[in-house]
């Protein structure tokens, strides 16, 4: 999967309970790619000292209204997160 | 027993340093014994922990602040900073060794705000160790959900046409806010510049300094 | 106590909780903080663990570790964890040498073997 910026995407809403990376405040939320930061191994592998798969990561930008139903300041403020490839679904556009 | 402060020895008979003589913990007497174990097993000397030591030591928001100016009086080093933050301040001689750097820009209309909510990651390699308050519940909970009320209790108010992105520092890389460059403040140097820089406006929740 | 939120939001997971204001209070760092965050440097720079690890055992210790101690004193808890699961040393090794740090006095100071 390879995401360009300005991609829709939704964060996947699951949790394992270990060392994750995803916040559960974005999880199962809709934002788009900022960019692509790079290449990283996953840190769910590392923290347990196993060798770790690559993933591609990304900033995720989200509008705050989308993240919080009782937002009250700015409505056009954004909160941007780093995201690995495995924990984003990209929502494609009905043909 | 209370001792003279204004001796120059403490008990112990050396140079008083108030770290040396605090009652020993037992999370102190581990540090000790970690180091020590180290050593003898051959997995860094002394020499590389103080080095190590005084590397971090030499780290400061003053590095930040270099940077800062430099991108305010240099619109193609700004453009590369935010193209790709280690390497360009490296061009200034700040080694930042593994750490990425995102530097996110204030403008009119944009106020940039860092935290970490999932533990203290903080551009520790180019502006030395985070501020106790960045790694406190009350910051990593409320910045990335009332960062007005945040900015406010640190005497931040921002225009209401202002927009508030917030970096939340989740995986590798590290982030420096690059504050609006004041006004009335063509003829200064670079280091004048910097010396208006402060370490919270580079994380967010401050403001460089104005000139009178 | 917190109110546990349950296994799907763990309490290190602090992003939109309800909170009070923020403390502006600072302090300079201990050289014995410095040599913690040395420790950790040095360590994962050689390859014994990395700051994932760190950041597991730090969020395996639990919320009371976070209200009751202080940062570096997580943290050389969890370096500790790291190099005992690395097998860099024994905790029987560690128990020694710590009874031996111990016993050498009453301060940080008089407990270092490098008097200087």
Not at chain 1, 71 to 88: C, R
Not at chain 2, 161 to 179: E, F, G, Q
Not at chain 3, 43 to 48: A, D, E
Not at chain 3, 67 to 74: I, K
């Amino acid at each position: 999967m390879i995401l360009d910026n300005g991609s829709r995407v939704k964060i996947k809403d699951k949790s394992p309970p270990g060392h994750i990376r995803t916040p559960k405040y974005i999880r199962g939320k809709v934002g788009i790619i900022e960019r692509c930061v790079g290449i990283f191994k996953n840190p769910e592998q590392l923290a347990y000292s196993l060798n770790a798969n690559e993933y591609g990561l990304y900033r995720v930008r989200f509008k705050m209204t989308e993240l919080w139903d009782d937002y009250t300041e700015g409505q056009n403020d954004t909160l941007d997160a780093e995201v690995f490839a495995h924990w984003i679904e990209e929502i494609k556009n009905a043909a | 027993m209370p001792h003279d402060h204004h001796e120059h020895l403490s008990p112990s008979g050396h140079p008083y340093r108030k770290d040396n003589d605090e009652p020993l913990t037992y999370w102190q007497t581990m540090e000790i014994s970690i180091r020590e174990l180290m050593i003898e097993k051959g997995k860094f000397s002394a020499l590389e922990i103080t080095e190590q030591i005084d590397l971090m030591d030499s780290r400061s928001p003053a590095h930040g602040a270099a940077v800062v100016a430099k991108a305010w009086i240099d619109p193609e080093f700004k453009k590369r900073l935010l193209q790709n933050g280690a390497k360009t301040v490296a061009e200034l001689g700040f080694d930042l060794g593994p750490m990425h750097l995102v530097a996110v820009e204030n403008t009119a209309n944009v106020h940039n705000l860092v935290v970490c909510t999932l533990c203290s990651c903080y551009p520790r390699n180019l502006l030395g160790l985070p501020p106790d308050w960045y790694k406190t519940r009350e910051y990593r909970s409320r910045a990335v959900k009332e960062p007005r009320s945040v900015l406010s209790e640190f005497g931040v108010i921002l225009p209401e046409k202002t927009t508030v992105r917030v970096h939340d520092s989740t995986a590798d890389m590290r982030y420096i806010v690059l504050p609006k460059r004041p006004k009335h403040t063509a003829g200064l140097t670079e280091d004048e510049l910097a010396s208006l820089v402060t370490r919270d406006s580079m994380i967010g929740t401050g403001v460089v300094k104005e000139l009178p | 106590m917190r109110k546990d939120r349950g296994p799907e939001h763990r309490w290190h997971d602090m992003g939109g909780l309800e909170a009070g204001s923020i403390n502006n209070d600072s302090h300079d760092f201990a050289i014995w903080e410095k040599r913690v965050d040395a420790l950790l440097t040095l360590s994962t720079k050689k390859g014994l663990f990395t700051v994932d690890g760190l950041r597991r055992v730090l969020e395996d210790m639990g919320e009371e570790a976070f209200e009751t101690m202080s940062y570096y004193e997580r943290w050389v808890s969890s370096i500790n964890q790291n190099l005992i699961e690395a097998g860099i040393y024994s905790l029987d090794e560690l128990g020694e040498k710590m009874a031996e740090v111990k016993a050498r006095g009453e301060t940080y100071g008089e407990a270092q073997e490098d008097k200087t």
